[in-house]
């Protein structure tokens, strides 16, 4: 016997794994075992543990089950204490296992014979097996218990034509159990009789045979892969389905089914059929994925199954998630000016299009590289995933290099994020449609003669690159004001909503930069594509059949967008004020403070933040100002005019290492007195937005998370244990269940709306960003331009050209 009492890290990983693999299930898994592993005070587990253990789930191998069983480990569980539990919540399987590995187990060493036997004769079946002494037998006849049958032995004496048929041992030792093999006993009729002939009936009876075989297939992209592989034979045979020579780990029944096929998908499968005897093979078919639109099949293929005829089908999206990034702040080169209105323009225009909004401003290298890996873990087989940048760039030997805003002087690749790395990663994930819109620069990069040596790219047919500037080209922004678009954003914002495939909408925002004159020559959209199917952005979302897959994404998704809660600090003297939060980007809040109520002999006050967390730095001349322009936000737009209204805006929220605390400072004056008088009270929201996911910190190798670990969502399989979207509100904070159950599940949160009955609700709105001479500019005037500023008879508009090009040659 083993050691019931050693703790559950003595199992070691296989049976910690096998375990966790039993738990993963909604029925009865892992969240049933962590309620009743409560019972006792050590291993119970607050909301956000469990929320962690339901977020392992998105890793390539994670499982909710072993992340508890690793919990319980730490805390200083037996073995015994969770056979307990097990027993308890009646996981039979689970019970049976964890008995089998702690205790000597089972092993069949003689197995029962099929026999062929007169009728009226005797026949014995012997079933010899080693384990735990004390073992015990049950006979089976097909599903019926032979009654007294209960050693190692069983006798059929004398044998009857109603005895003959299939029998099996079963020998168990508590809940630890082993079947021995089937035996068939034939009844022969009695007397000496040819037994060849009836021993050839009779061995037949071992042969494995399909019976049907699967066949070819034509589906269109969207529809349901479903073809069978039966066969017959005893023992009962066998399955595992093979994608490609690949076997699919899951796909180990008769029927194999996909319910959302993508051109993945497309191409040779076949079935191994097995038993303990034999091994056979299916027929090799192949599975062609077509396009959208079932009116373009072909009819009548020999040896296709075409799908229902369903005119002018579109395309869905399992879920679309975007991530923009925005530099504008560098540490050793040129400013820039459109990044912050060019993520905010797309932000709002994605949103009305059903993406999950990732929008960021101003991230160094470790920033960008882990804000792609948390982006990553949002996508999933069917996807549409859409990468933009804004910002400076190079391309060097056809590789895109987006520059973070800490590159030095003189950098190379090794500063800075490859686009064609974080494609080759987006492939891995299945997605339906990959989109990167590239604001940058292309041209060379004279510091860096690396040439770059990509991986393998997997041959796909979703790609869309839409480049800002042509190759060696430049791109350009308007210098209007502090609020002004890139020129690339200035035509896409204008397309962006049409419905249209990806590749048409994109085709038409070139034709419309090169009918402007002033971009004539200088700046060029240059699109590449490998997109084979009728893929647009205006595509609906059409979720997977597993719903666990999309709740655990949007609530990796929204826990990363929660805004604390508004609320009411209430001073000793008498005056209540409010304190209330907006998002302008996912790293960038707006907090701000209004006097909603005062005592009728205080003649002043006004409510000032200050003593901010040490590890976060604070521009003091955006804090307390009196609009949200005066505290650097030009985008946010708010009536304070009713109240008197306070505005502070914390920025790079990503660098935020522990909760963000402030000290609201009153400072009010009586009527009766002429000094001033101070009240303070301390307040702390967290880590509030983007700040959860300590982008700062530096990822693990071949991990997409560090925060809530990797996550690659079809190589991933979700178990059904994961939370159902009630569950998953029912375990999240107010703010974040409400996040995750949003309509559109907004970036912000509906910046600008705040619960105030003294101000009526208001759409956050970009402003205008360019000029509108700009956009009906007549192209017969003579127009010229170059990188830093345009020249007659352009001098009377308010704006100019800068380039984002910001390497220099030595």
Not at 353 to 382: C, H, I, P, Y
Not at 511 to 538: F, K, P, V, W
Request: charged fraction near 20%; charge should be negative.
């Amino acid at each position: 016997m083993g050691d019931w009492n050693q703790s559950l890290a003595g199992l070691g990983e296989g049976a910690l794994r096998k375990l966790a693999d039993l738990l993963d299930n909604p029925g009865c898994g892992w969240k049933q075992l962590a309620a009743t592993a409560a019972e006792k005070p050590e291993f119970r587990y607050s909301e956000k543990k469990l929320v962690s253990c339901s977020l392992e789930a998105l890793k390539p191998t994670g499982s909710p089950g072993r992340f508890l069983l690793a919990m319980l480990a730490d805390q200083g569980c037996s073995v015994d204490f969770l056979l307990h539990c097990l027993r308890k919540m009646e996981h039979h399987d689970a019970v049976q296992y964890l008995t089998s590995t702690v205790t000597e187990q089972i092993r069949i060493t003689g197995q029962p014979e099929s026999r062929l036997v007169p009728e009226g004769e005797s026949v014995i079946l012997r079933c010899q097996a080693k384990g735990p002494a004390g073992l015990g037998y049950q006979w089976f006849k097909g599903k019926e218990e032979v009654p007294g049958a209960n050693g190692p032995e069983l006798v059929l004496r004398p044998l009857t034509s109603a005895q003959q048929g299939h029998y099996i041992c079963r020998v168990n030792y508590g809940e630890q159990f082993a079947f021995s093999q089937w035996a068939r006993i034939h009844c022969a009729g009695g007397g000496s009789f040819g037994a060849n002939i009836g021993l050839s009936s009779f061995s037949s009876v071992r042969v494995l045979r399909i019976v049907q075989q699967p066949r070819h297939l034509f589906l269109a992209e969207g529809d349901c892969l479903h073809m069978e592989c039966i066969a017959e034979g005893s023992p009962p045979p066998q399955y595992q389905w093979y994608h490609n020579k690949d076997p699919l780990p899951p796909a180990i029944q008769s029927c194999l089914k996909i319910p959302c096929v993508t051109t993945a998908d497309r191409g040779r499968y076949s079935c191994r059929v097995y038993n303990i005897f034999n091994e056979l093979w299916s027929d090799e078919v192949h599975v062609s994925i077509g396009p959208g639109s079932c009116d373009s099949w072909p009819e009548n293929v020999e040896g296709f199954a075409a799908g229902p005829v369903k005119e002018h089908r579109r395309f869905y999206a399992t879920d679309k998630v975007a991530l923009l990034i925005g530099n504008m702040n560098y540490q050793h080169h040129r400013q820039l000016r459109a990044p912050m209105a060019d993520v905010h323009e797309l932000t709002n225009l994605l949103r009305q299009l059903d993406f999950k909004v990732v929008s960021l401003l101003d991230l160094n290298w470790q920033e960008m590289r882990s804000a792609v890996t948390e982006f990553l873990l949002l996508l999933d087989r069917g996807v549409y995933g859409l990468l933009y940048f804004a910002g400076h760039g190079y391309e060097n030997y056809g590789s895109s290099f987006m520059v973070p805003i800490d590159a030095p002087a003189s950098y190379t690749s090794e500063h800075c994020l490859r686009v064609q790395d974080v494609l080759q990663r987006m492939q891995e994930r299945q997605t339906g449609l990959n989109v990167f819109l590239l604001d940058m620069c292309r041209k060379r990069n004279l510091n860096d003669a690396i040439i770059p040596q990509p991986g393998p790219m997997k041959v796909t047919a979703n790609i869309v690159f839409g480049y800002a500037t042509c190759v060696d080209a430049e791109a350009y922004e308007v210098n209007k004001d502090d609020l002004t678009n890139g020129i690339f954003m200035s035509f896409l914002k204008q397309r962006l909503l049409e419905d249209e495939k990806v590749t048409v909408m994109l085709d038409r925002v070139a034709e419309d930069m090169g009918h402007c004159e002033i971009t004539r020559g200088r700046q060029a959209l240059e699109l590449r594509s490998n997109l084979s199917e009728r893929r647009a952005l205006t595509d609906l979302i059409q979720s997977s059949s597993c719903p666990v897959t999309t709740c655990a994404r949007n609530l990796q998704w929204s826990i990363a967008h929660v805004l604390p809660d508004s609320r009411c600090l209430e001073f000793d003297c008498g005056v209540r004020v409010q304190l209330g939060f907006a998002a302008e980007f996912s790293n960038i809040m707006i907090i701000y403070t209004r006097i909603v109520e005062k005592p009728s002999n205080i003649i002043s006050c006004s409510a000032l933040l200050s003593d901010f967390s040490e590890d976060f730095h604070m521009d003091l001349k955006l804090t307390n100002q009196q609009s949200p322009r005066e505290a650097g936000s030009w985008l946010l737009s708010m009536d304070s005019a009713c109240v008197p209204t306070l505005y502070t805006r914390f920025s790079a929220l990503q660098k935020l290492k522990k909760e963000l605390t402030f000290n609201v400072c009153l400072h009010y004056r009586y009527n009766s007195m002429d000094d001033e008088v101070r009240e303070k009270q301390m307040v702390s929201v967290g880590k509030p937005l983007v700040a959860k996911l300590n982008l700062h910190e530096p990822r693990m190798p071949h991990c997409l998370s560090a925060t809530y670990s990797s996550c690659e969502p079809h190589s991933f399989s979700l178990p059904d244990s994961s939370f159902s979207p009630e569950q998953l509100n029912s375990r999240l904070p107010t703010s974040e269940s409400q996040s995750l159950t949003s309509a559109c599940l907004a970036c912000y949160s509906k910046p600008g709306e705040y619960p105030d009955a003294h101000c009526p609700r208001r759409a956050n709105l970009p402003e205008e960003s360019i000029s509108p001479e700009y956009l009906q500019m007549d192209a017969t005037l003579p127009l010229q331009l170059n990188a830093n500023r345009m020249h007659s008879p352009l001098e009377n508009l308010s704006f100019q050209f800068h380039t984002k090009q910001n390497f220099h040659s030595v």
